[in-house]
């Protein structure tokens, strides 16, 4: 079974930069799409960005596009998601995910494909 561990998450200003990582255990990670979706106050989960197992391609979601980059670590069994530039508006709960199937615009809208962290919290104020 896959477990995910988010860390990382906390407090910034805007303009200001975080780095989420998320480390696995149970099985090696490169066996899935690793993705991370986030839940602003009041909004629906948004899927922000995934990186594909077999080639390495990456999904921005456009609000993120240009400011988010999301890398992996086979050796370390983690991934990354590197945040510049935050604005308030990406404040939210983050979730580490890892879908079986796929790294779309869809990845992990089916939960049973879908391993999940417990989230860490964003916030983006001044």
């Known amino acids: 079974q896959l477990q995910l561990v988010e860390s990382g998450g906390g407090l910034v200003h805007p303009g200001g930069s975080l780095t989420l990582s998320c480390s696995a255990s149970?099985?090696?990670?490169?066996?899935?799409?690793p993705a991370w979706v986030r839940q602003g106050p009041g909004k629906e989960r948004e899927r922000i960005s995934c990186?594909?197992?077999?080639?390495?391609?990456?999904y921005y979601a456009d609000s993120v596009k240009g400011r988010f980059t999301i890398s992996r670590d086979n050796v370390k069994n983690t991934v990354y998601l590197q945040m510049n530039s935050l604005k308030p508006e990406d404040t939210g709960v983050y979730y580490c995910?890892?879908?079986?199937?796929?790294?779309?615009?869809?990845?992990?809208?089916?939960?049973?494909?879908?391993?999940w962290g417990q989230g860490i919290q964003v916030t983006v104020s001044s």
């Open positions: 995910a890892a879908d079986v199937l796929r790294c779309s615009a869809d990845v992990c809208l089916a939960e049973s494909s879908c391993y």
């Open positions: 149970g099985r090696r990670l490169d066996y899935y799409h």
């Open positions: 990186i594909d197992k077999n080639d390495g391609s990456t």
